[in-house]
T-cell receptor, first 115, second 115 residues
Framework: AQSVTQPDIHITVSEGASLELRCNYS??????LFWYVQSPGQGLQLLLK??????LVQGIKGFEAEFKRSQSSFNLRKPSVHWSDAAEYFC?????????????FGTGTRLLVSP | DAGVIQSPRHEVTEMGQEVTLRCKPI?????LFWYRQTMMRGLELLIY????????DSGMPEDRFSAKMPNASFSTLKIQPSEPRDSAVYFC?????????????FGSGTRLTVV
C-alpha cells in the first residue's frame, strides 16, 4: 500500500525567507501526488498536483513542488514566505488511474512564520 | 459555487447519544469521501462513495459508525452510540471523477466533541 512521510512536524521560517517542506512517498508505480494546505478551523485546500510530465509543478499562492523519482520525493517550495502562509501543509499520494481511488495523506507539517 | 457544505460546524454531545453529520457535495461531483482528523492519527479515510454507492468502508472504525448517500447531493455520517474517543474533526470531500486525478474539494469540517 502507498504511504506518505512528512518528516518535519513543525517548521519556523522568517517572513520573506524561502521555504521547503519535505515529502517522501512509497508507491511502486507512478504516483499521483498532491499538496494541500489547511488554515486553522478550515478544510483542506488543494495547492498543486503532479501526475506526469514536467517534474516541476506550479500551484496557487506562489508555491511549487518538484517530483524526484530517484528520491521518492515531492517537496514543496516557496521563494518568499508571507505571514499568511502560516498553516498546516499535507502531502498526499493516490494510486494510478484505474478503478476507484483514494488519497493517502501524510501527517502534516505545521508552518510557523516569524516576523 | 458554494463548495462542499458540512453541517453542523460544531457539535457537542453526551456519551451514548446519536450524532448525525451532514454533507452536501459540489453539484456534478460524483465521488464523496468522509475523513476523520485527530491529533494522534492525522487524516483517516472512513468511507467513500461513487455515484452514491459505497465503494470502500474499510476505514469505518466500528459498527457504531454508518454512512449513507441517498442521492447525489446529500450524505450523512452517523455515530450511534457516540463515545468520547469519537471526538475529532470530520471532513467531507467531493471529487469530479472516480480517479484521484482531479483532487478533492474539502468542506470546512464538523468539530465533534463527545463528553
Amino acid at each position: 500500500a502507498q504511504s506518505v512521510t512528512q518528516p518535519d512536524i513543525h517548521i519556523t521560517v522568517s517572513e520573506g525567507a524561502s521555504l521547503e517542506l519535505r515529502c517522501n512517498y512509497s508507491y511502486g508505480a507512478t504516483p499521483y501526488l498532491f499538496w494541500y494546505v489547511q488554515s486553522p478551523g478550515q478544510g483542506l485546500q488543494l495547492l498543486l498536483k503532479y501526475f506526469s510530465g514536467d517534474t516541476l509543478v506550479q500551484g496557487i499562492k506562489g508555491f511549487e513542488a518538484e517530483f524526484k523519482r530517484s528520491q521518492s520525493s515531492f517537496n514543496l517550495r516557496k521563494p518568499s514566505v508571507h505571514w499568511s502562509d502560516a498553516a498546516e501543509y499535507f502531502c498526499a499520494v493516490g494510486e494510478g488511474n484505474t478503478g476507484f481511488q483514494k488519497l493517502v495523506f501524510g501527517t502534516g507539517t505545521r508552518l510557523l512564520v516569524s516576523p | 459555487d458554494a463548495g462542499v457544505i458540512q453541517s453542523p460546524r460544531h457539535e457537542v454531545t453526551e456519551m451514548g447519544q446519536e450524532v448525525t453529520l451532514r454533507c452536501k457535495p459540489i453539484s456534478g461531483h460524483n465521488s464523496l469521501f468522509w475523513y476523520r482528523q485527530t491529533m494522534m492519527r492525522g487524516l483517516e479515510l472512513l468511507i467513500y462513495f461513487n455515484n452514491n454507492v459505497p465503494i470502500d468502508d474499510s476505514g469505518m472504525p466500528e459498527d457504531r459508525f454508518s454512512a449513507k448517500m441517498p442521492n447525489a447531493s446529500f450524505s450523512t455520517l452517523k455515530i450511534q452510540p457516540s463515545e468520547p474517543r469519537d471526538s475529532a474533526v470530520y471532513f467531507c470531500a467531493s471529487s469530479l471523477a472516480q480517479g484521484v486525478g482531479y483532487g478533492y474539494t474539502f468542506g470546512s469540517g464538523t468539530r465533534l466533541t463527545v463528553v
